[in-house]
C-alpha cells in the first residue's frame, strides 16, 4: 500500500474493534503499522529502511497521520541498533527487552507522543509499588498450590466463550476485544490460554501470546474474578504457561503490567521477571489511559 492511499483507508475502517493493520511504503522505507482509535496509538510493527532517510520519511507520515487522525502516541519494539535514528525523529526509550530477538539482539521500546500525552498522573503511585516490589523481593516466594477444589488447565477452542465471558466481567475496558470469543479464536493460532477452574466455574485466566520468528511471548490478559484474588492464581498460571513455553523453545519472556496494580507487578517481579521500565499512558485499559510497567525474563 502506498503512502498515498493509507489515509483514505484509515478514514473509512479506524473504528474497527481490533484495529487496522497495513502494510505501508513510501520514500526509502517499508512498514508494518497497527491502529487503534481505541487506544488512540498507532503502533510500529515491523519495518526496513532503504538509507537513514527513511526513518525520517516514515517519521514523517506518522506525525502527519498523528495530527489528522487524533492519534497521540506511537510506539513500537526497536532492534536496540537503531535507537539513534529513532531518538532523532523525536522518540524517546521508554523500556527495553534484553535478548527479544531470537535471544541474540536486544530491543527497545521507543515511543513519541502528540497533544499531551506524555503527561501522567500516576508516577508517585507507580514508584510506590516499585519500592514495595523491592521490599518484597528480599523475602524469599512462597511455594503455592492450587486447593483441592481448583484445577488447572490449557484452553480449548470449546471454552473460548466462556473466557471471554470472564474478561468481560473483570475489565471495563482492555486494550483489545478478549471479551469477543472470535477475537479470542483469532488468536489461538499464536497464543495459548491457562485456565484455572474452581468446581465448574472458571475464576482465572491468563494468555501467552507467542512470536515464533524471534522466540519470544507477551504474558498478558490476566484476569481474576474479585472473591479470587490473593490466593496466588495469576503466579501458578504464570509458572504453567512458562513450563510450556519452555518446552517450545521461547527464550525471552516479557510482560506489559498496569503500574497502579501492586498484585501483577509482585507476581512478575516474584517470578524473576526484571523491570525495565514504565510507558507512559500506554493503553486504555480498565477504564481509562494508564501507564504500564515492562518486565521480562530469559527461560
Known amino acids: 500500500m502506498t503512502v498515498e492511499a493509507l489515509s483514505e483507508i484509515i478514514e473509512h475502517n479506524i473504528d474497527i474493534p481490533q484495529g487496522v493493520y497495513k502494510a505501508v511504503h513510501g520514500d526509502g522505507f517499508l512498514a508494518q503499522l497497527g491502529f487503534s482509535a481505541y487506544n488512540k496509538r498507532i503502533s510500529i510493527l515491523d519495518y526496513h529502511f532503504d538509507d537513514v532517510t527513511g526513518a525520517g520519511a516514515l517519521n514523517n507520515l506518522l506525525e502527519s497521520i498523528c495530527i489528522r487522525h487524533g492519534f497521540t502516541k506511537v510506539w513500537g519494539k526497536i532492534p536496540a541498533n537503531d535507537k539513534n535514528l529513532f531518538l532523532e525523529q523525536g522518540f ?20 513519541r507522543f502528540f497533544d499531551q500525552r506524555q503527561s501522567s498522573g500516576t508516577t508517585e503511585t507507580n514508584d510506590r509499588i516499585l519500592q514495595q516490589i523491592n521490599n518484597y523481593n528480599s523475602k ?15 484452553a480449548e477452542q470449546h471454552e473460548l466463550e466462556t473466557l471471554a465471558a470472564l474478561y468481560r466481567k473483570v475489565f471495563i475496558t482492555y486494550p483489545y476485544p478478549i471479551y469477543d470469543p472470535d477475537y479470542l479464536e483469532s488468536n489461538l493460532a499464536h497464543t495459548v490460554y491457562g485456565l484455572v477452574y474452581k468446581n ?36 501458578i498460571i504464570l509458572e504453567k504457561l512458562e513450563n510450556r513455553l519452555s518446552a517450545m523453545g521461547v527464550h525471552c519472556l516479557y510482560t ?15 517470578a524473576s521477571y526484571r523491570y525495565s521500565g514504565t510507558l507512559i499512558n500506554n493503553c486504555n485499559i480498565s477504564g481509562g489511559f494508564e501507564d504500564m510497567n515492562v518486565f521480562y525474563k530469559h527461560i
Open 92 to 111: 524517546v526509550t521508554e523500556a527495553s527487552l534484553k535478548g527479544f530477538f531470537s535471544n541474540q539482539q536486544d530491543a527497545i521500546i521507543c515511543s
Open 256 to 270: 506489559i503490567a498496569r503500574s497502579t496494580s501492586l498484585g501483577m507487578n509482585l507476581t512478575f517481579s516474584l
Open 140 to 154: 524469599p516466594p512462597k511455594s503455592r498450590n492450587l486447593p483441592p477444589e481448583y484445577r488447572f488447565k490449557f
Open 200 to 235: 465448574d466455574e472458571l475464576v482465572a485466566a491468563a494468555a501467552a501470546e507467542i512470536n515464533y520468528k524471534f522466540a519470544n511471548s507477551e504474558m498478558t490478559d490476566f484476569a481474576s474474578l474479585p472473591a479470587e484474588r490473593g490466593q496466588g492464581l495469576a503466579s
